[in-house]
């Protein structure tokens, strides 16, 4: 009912504060959200070698994301298919082979029961191929990262990712070689509902010069406040919702500041003209792909007089703990063709920032904990509703650019909220269908 609710509020801007922490809501979006769509699960370059693995998770469900002994890439449910105990114990390693700890079956790392403890005595009639682990329904990898879902019906990645995919493509087809992952993805743990994060990195450029003033007075950000601002939020269809700080009119070429040694390694003609055209005039940009995975590409200055600004990617997932809380993974990427010495600043650059520890991350973990607390107020929960209607008509200076040249439905400047009213009215249709 609070659902429905929300969605008849949600074309007036309006939201209600009790969907942010909710155990009824939090069971149902398990089954619709996180066992509906794509999740992603690692990074290729976390599993390069035959018999690598690292253990991950989908809602509230465990996997094993490993290359197997023939090179492929396969995605094994971590539940013993005996007696369902646990068979992976390490968060990472390399095997060929993985056992169950309690009754000691083993398996290949394609999933096949090759062990099982006194066959003759306990199991002579068992068929084993009948018991293998079970693998997610469906894997797909795109530039590297390696996504799942649990829904055999789910459409492809490609087509989830709707106009999403076109503004990936152009990040991730930069180098011929892609980007790899910058030493152990971060986990650390926000006492918030994951609703809160994906919102906020879906669009939420307003909450800049306040909560992250410091990190202005600083004086470590490249672009000024004022002109970040100018820039364009994108409605990229099924939920997802990106954000760009652009300068279209640059007579340099932009490419997010990277260093011109680096530019030269870009390969361009992998990049439509529309493409090269954003990227050429691109310095930031920040979205959130439907429903939980958030990543942002920004150039820091330590000292912007002396140093020239480094560009830093974080990839993350804010996977769901329960109603009320997020195990934040945290990828810090960069481009493979790069230098070391490069890799090392744009990861000191992305730690001071938004590691565990970093001025931006410590900033945002402190409203989103006080919203999931105050959405479990009784009184809060059955009569807030909240505002989220910057830029609708006659609410600020926002407006829809009518000739936007790239996917999706943008507007222009970044004072709006239509992105976080799309991924809600997309999250809303998910959780409201019929089936
Ligand atoms: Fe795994 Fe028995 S539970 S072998
Ligand atoms: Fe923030």
Known sequence: AMLEDFQASLEQGISKIGVLNDEEIHQAELERVFGRNWNFLAHESEIPNKNDYVLRSIGDDTFIVNRGSDGEIRVLLDVCPHRGASICRAAKGSSSHFQCPYHGWTFKNNGDLVGTPSFKDAYSGLDRKEWGLTQAPRVEIFHGFVFATLDENCPDLKESLAGMGWYLDMIFSLQDEGMEVLGEPQRFIIKANWKIAAENF???????????KSTYDIGVMQIPLRENMKGYHIQAGNGHGISFSIDLESKDPLFFYYPEEIVKTFNLENLSEKQLELARGSRVCVGNIFPNISFLMLPLSPDPKNVPPTPLFTWRVWQPKG????????????????????????????????????TFELDDAIPWETITRNAKGTFAKKNMKLNLQMGMEGMGTAK?????????????????????????????????SEE
Not at 326 to 340: G, L
Not at 404 to 432: D, S, T
């Open 202 to 212: 879906s669009g939420d450029d307003y909450h800049l010069m306040t909560l992250h």
């Open 323 to 358: 109603k009320d809380e997020i195990e934040v993974w945290n990828w810090f990427m960069m481009y493979k063709n790069t230098s070391e010495e490069f890799k090392r600043a744009s990861y000191r650059a992305a730690m001071a920032s938004f590691g565990i520890a970093g």
């Open 400 to 432: 829809q650019v009518m000739e936007w040249p790239f996917p999706g439905i943008a507007y222009y400047p970044r004072y709006e909220e239509g992105n976080q009213r799309h991924l809600y009215r997309h999250y809303l249709k998910e959780m409201l």
